[in-house]
């Protein structure tokens, strides 16, 4: 689970350049690490798929503006960050549809840990994304913070307001 | 975190539908050799809001016409009756028009304070009208910027992209933003 992978600046100027090779690459390292950090912030599969999908589309679109490989790993976690806000933004009464899914479909509770994911899903999106970084990456707070655009200080308040509300859990 | 490793760690993502991601990759494909003119939407869904998008350009266009910067509210305003509850942002560099629209329309949307963000880099100039609270990233040719204003009180914009935080004029980088609250119309 590295926090950062290695240089990718090449790769993200060749693609830049309109090298399709270069691109598949790319799709190929981030499409799984995206694709779960966008359900552990959506807990939907197919929607996680089509955020990842969604964000590469708009990788693809606007690849050859980015300049900084360094840039480019925070760039696809922002852009799907964003996206994951937007879909649970745009989902009426989300909670009530996680339950009711539950509920449709038992096969789903052996795959997942509801209780697990009610205590991710009880946290407020950015609480969540925070967790899914820190926790789930491996990212530092800095490398949170750069991926989410915004300070380290602010995640690590986000990490500890997490943890405060997941320990709630904990407790019989 | 230590004592939530455990319990975190019975969290399990499920395991990826191979085809879905290979249909991903063709569409991100697709996407990529169109770039940066043209682009080709996701899922069966989209392809309508492709087509609205580019009504929606069409619109833009003909809303812009004879108007100038001033007009920003009313441009907006016009977008936002096209689209009910899905436009998130429309984003103007030189000749050319985004307009950023949410696959399913959600009235609460709109009812967030619209804002004008001008960002000026490198010759380049970006305009940008969305709402209080919403991020936009536009691709400037220094790499993406990710803006959020924050409309206060006071009628302010507050900005905030990443690190930064600053009052209606800023500067990050090499780019220099103004933003400010667009009246409704």
């Not at chain 1, 090449?10 to 830049?16: E, F, K, Q, R, S």
């Not at chain 1, 990212?139 to 997490?162: K, P």
């Not at chain 2, 990050?172 to 933003?179: F, L, V």
């Amino acid at each position: 689970m590295p926090a950062s992978d290695d240089d990718l600046s090449p790769l993200v100027h060749l693609a830049g350049r309109g090298d399709e090779a270069a691109f598949s690459e790319l799709f190929r390292r981030y499409y799984e690490r995206l694709r779960a950090f966008a359900w552990r912030n959506v807990f939907d599969s197919q929607a996680a798929e089509d955020i990842v999908q969604e964000t590469f589309i708009r990788t693809a679109r606007q690849m050859h503006a980015l300049r900084d490989g360094r840039a480019f790993e925070g760039w696809l976690f922002r852009i799907t960050a964003n996206l994951s806000r937007d879909h649970l933004r745009s989902r009426v009464s989300h909670e009530k549809k996680i339950a009711a899914a539950a509920m449709e479909s038992p096969g789903r509770q052996s795959e997942l840990s509801p209780q697990v994911e009610l205590a991710l899903q009880s946290l407020p999106a950015a609480q969540r994304e925070a967790v899914a970084l820190v926790y789930y990456e491996g990212c530092n707070h800095a490398d949170a913070a750069r991926r989410l655009g915004c300070a380290e200080a602010t995640i690590s308040w986000r990490i500890m307001l997490a943890k405060r509300a997941l320990k709630k859990f904990l407790k019989p | 975190m230590k004592e939530l490793r455990p319990f975190l760690d019975q969290l399990k993502v499920p395991a990826a539908d191979e085809s879905r991601r290979a249909r991903a990759l063709e569409r991100s494909l697709v996407a990529f050799r169109n770039a940066p003119r043209m682009e080709r939407k996701t899922h069966r869904a989209a392809w309508i809001f492709a087509a609205a998008a580019a009504t929606a350009c069409v619109g833009i266009a003909l809303v812009l016409h004879g108007q100038r910067a001033d007009s920003s509210a009313r441009v907006f305003a016009e977008l936002e009756h096209l689209f009910p509850g899905q436009l998130l942002a429309v984003v103007r560099n030189g000749g050319q028009t985004d307009v950023r629209l949410s696959a399913i329309p959600d009235p609460e949307i709109s009812t967030d304070q619209r804002v004008r963000i001008t960002v000026r880099s490198g010759g380049e100039t970006t305009d940008i009208l969305t709402y209080s609270g919403r991020e936009v990233c536009v691709p400037l040719k220094s790499g993406p910027l990710c803006l959020t204003p924050l409309v206060t009180g006071e009628g302010d914009v507050l900005v905030l992209a990443g690190d930064n935080a600053f009052t209606r004029n800023g500067r990050i980088h090499s780019a220099t933003i103004r933003a400010t609250a667009l009246t409704s119309s």
